[in-house]
């Protein structure tokens, strides 16, 4: 088992995944965005007619919250591949964005 927090194990995981089924065929940035959009769609769904209390209870109720942690994972999922099949580094870019967020919106 791959642990985590390694990104890059992750990504491998993912990888060998679709391999085993063939699926890397259709894995084009096209085709992850779209899902990684339509998955981000699936979270929203949960939040939807949520009141801002509500919200930020929605992990209290363990059938929501599965769902809520489900989608996440599927997000993040496709994040991974897509940035796997664009040859991103996710945590560099992440970084990189903070800091030039920092430069923009000084204190």
């Given at each position: 088992?791959?642990?985590?927090?390694?990104?890059?194990?992750?990504?491998?995981?993912?990888?060998d995944?679709?391999?085993?089924?063939?699926?890397?065929?259709?894995?084009?940035?096209?085709?992850?965005?779209?899902a990684?959009?339509?998955?981000?769609?699936?979270?929203v769904?949960?939040?939807?007619?949520?009141?801002?209390?509500?919200?930020?209870?929605?992990?209290?109720?363990?059938?929501?919250?599965?769902?809520?942690?489900?989608?996440?994972?599927?997000?993040?999922?496709?994040?991974?591949?897509?940035?796997?099949?664009?040859?991103?580094?996710?945590?560099?870019?992440?970084?990189?964005?903070?800091?030039?967020?920092?430069?923009?919106?000084?204190?």
């Open positions: 088992m791959t642990d985590p927090l390694d990104v890059a194990g992750l990504q491998r995981r993912l990888a995944f679709a391999a085993a089924r063939n699926w890397q065929q259709y894995h084009t940035p096209k085709n992850l965005v779209a990684l959009s339509v998955e981000a769609s699936e979270l769904e949960i939040f939807q007619w949520l009141t801002p209390e509500e919200s930020a209870r929605v992990m209290a109720d363990p059938d929501t919250a599965h769902r809520v942690t489900d989608e996440v994972a599927d997000v993040l999922a496709y994040l991974l591949q897509l940035c796997e099949v664009l040859g991103i580094d996710p945590l560099a870019a992440l970084n990189a964005k903070i800091d030039r967020n920092e430069r923009r919106f000084p204190i």
